[in-house]
């Protein structure tokens, strides 16, 4: 049984900071891909960022320069740096491991449960 939890969303005002983190268990050998998306009341789940095992990232536009993606590969966490907020970035964000080999086999999509961001004074 492989599971992805986050943790470190909140509440925060305009220009603030806030850090994501998301660790995945369950005998895992590896994972290619891990990322965060985002989903905000009445629109479609969006990608926010992706970084690969050997580092490469991708963001999408809104967040470049703000947000930052990592990864520690031993511990299977993915962390998502939030600066200078925005109140357009309030949304459930959502941990996803893409492409993931374990004890117990493959697995080509993981998500997490998801943790609220809220950006507002």
């Known amino acids: 049984q492989v599971q992805l939890v986050e943790s470190g969303g909140g509440l925060v005002q305009p220009g603030g900071s806030l850090r994501l983190s998301c660790a995945a268990s369950?005998?895992?050998?590896?994972?290619?891909?891990m990322g965060w998306y985002r989903q905000a009341p009445g629109k479609q789940r969006e990608l926010v960022a992706t970084i690969t095992s050997a580092g490469t990232t991708n963001y999408t536009d809104s967040v470049k320069g703000r947000f930052t993606i990592s990864r520690d590969n031993a511990k299977n966490t993915v962390y998502l740096q939030m600066d200078s907020l925005k109140p357009e970035d309030t949304a459930i964000y959502y941990c996803?491991?893409?492409?993931?080999?374990?004890?117990?086999?493959?697995?080509?999509?993981?998500w997490g449960q998801g943790t609220q961001v809220t950006v507002s004074s």
């Open positions: 996803n491991a893409e492409r993931m080999y374990t004890r117990g086999g493959f697995y080509r999509n993981v």
């Open positions: 369950g005998s895992i050998f590896s994972i290619v891909v």
